[in-house]
T-cell receptor
Framework: NAGVTQTPKFQVLKTGQSMTLQCAQD?????MYWYRQDPGMGLRLIYY???????DKGEVPNGYNVSRLNKREFSLRLESAAPSQTSVYFC???????????FGDGTRLSIL | SQELEQSPQSLIVQEGKNLTINCTSSKTLYGLYWYKQKYGEGLIFLMM???GGEEKSHEKITAKLDEKKQQSSLHITASQPSHAGTYLC???????????WGAGTKLIIKP
C-alpha cells in the first residue's frame, strides 16, 4: 500500500551541487505536483504535471526543473543548489480535479 | 498574503476540550480539503467538502463548508493527544489543476 514514495528522505548538499529528487505513485493518478514547505510560508507549488507528457510552472519554479518520466514518476532537479533552497520538499499526486491530493513523506534538504 | 486564511495560527487546548479551526477565502471555493500533518511527516488527507452547507464527520472531527462556499471550519470534540499536529486547508478555486493552501494551524494538546 505504498501510495506516493519519495527518495531520498534526507539530503545535505553544498552550494552549487546538483541533485534530483525522485517521486513515484502507484495509484494510476494523472496529475503530480512538487511543493516546498518552509516555516511560516505554508505549501508553495514549484511545478506540476497535469498529465503524462506535460509540465507547468507553479508559484516558485526558479532554480528547479522537472521531468514527468512516465505516468508513475515525476522528478525534481536542482541544477545548482543554493542555501535559499533549503526546505522540505513534498511530492503529491491526484486522480482528478475534484479529488484530494495524496502526499509523500517528504525530502528534507539542507544546502550549506 | 495567503489566498486562504487560516485561524488561529496556533492553538493550545486542554485534553478533553473542544476546539474549532477556520479557513476563509474572499472568493468562492470549488472544493475544500482538510489535511493533518504531524511534525516531520507528510500530509494526511482528512476530509473533502464540495457543496455549500455540506458537513462531514469522522470520529471526533467535523468539517463544514458554509452556504456561500467561502469559509470552512474544522471542529474537534473532546480533544485527545492524538489530535496534536498541524492542520492545513487546501482549496480548488477553478477548474485548473492547482490547489491553494492555508498556512496551517498548529494544535497542541495539554494533558
Amino acid at each position: 500500500n505504498a501510495g506516493v514514495t519519495q527518495t531520498p528522505k534526507f539530503q545535505v548538499l553544498k552550494t552549487g551541487q546538483s541533485m534530483t529528487l525522485q517521486c513515484a505513485q502507484d495509484m494510476n493518478h494523472n496529475s503530480m505536483y512538487w511543493y516546498r514547505q518552509d516555516p511560516g510560508m505554508g505549501l508553495r507549488l514549484i511545478y506540476y504535471s497535469a498529465s503524462e507528457g506535460t509540465t507547468d510552472k507553479g508559484e516558485v519554479p526558479n532554480g528547479y526543473n522537472v521531468s514527468r518520466l512516465n505516468k508513475r514518476e515525476f522528478s525534481l532537479r536542482l541544477e545548482s543548489a543554493a542555501p535559499s533552497q533549503t526546505s522540505v520538499y513534498f511530492c503529491a499526486s491526484r486522480g482528478q480535479n475534484n479529488q484530494p491530493q495524496h502526499f509523500g513523506d517528504g525530502t528534507r534538504l539542507s544546502i550549506l | 498574503s495567503q489566498e486562504l486564511e487560516q485561524s488561529p495560527q496556533s492553538l493550545i487546548v486542554q485534553e478533553g476540550k473542544n476546539l474549532t479551526i477556520n479557513c476563509t477565502s474572499s472568493k468562492t471555493l470549488y472544493g475544500l480539503y482538510w489535511y493533518k500533518q504531524k511534525y516531520g511527516e507528510g500530509l494526511i488527507f482528512l476530509m473533502m467538502l464540495q457543496k455549500g452547507g455540506e458537513e462531514k464527520s469522522h470520529e471526533k472531527i467535523t468539517a463544514k463548508l458554509d452556504e456561500k462556499k467561502q469559509q470552512s471550519s474544522l471542529h474537534i470534540t473532546a480533544s485527545q493527544p492524538s489530535h496534536a499536529g498541524t492542520y492545513l486547508c487546501g482549496a480548488d478555486r477553478s477548474s485548473n489543476y492547482q490547489l491553494i493552501w492555508g498556512a496551517g494551524t498548529k494544535l497542541i494538546i495539554k494533558p
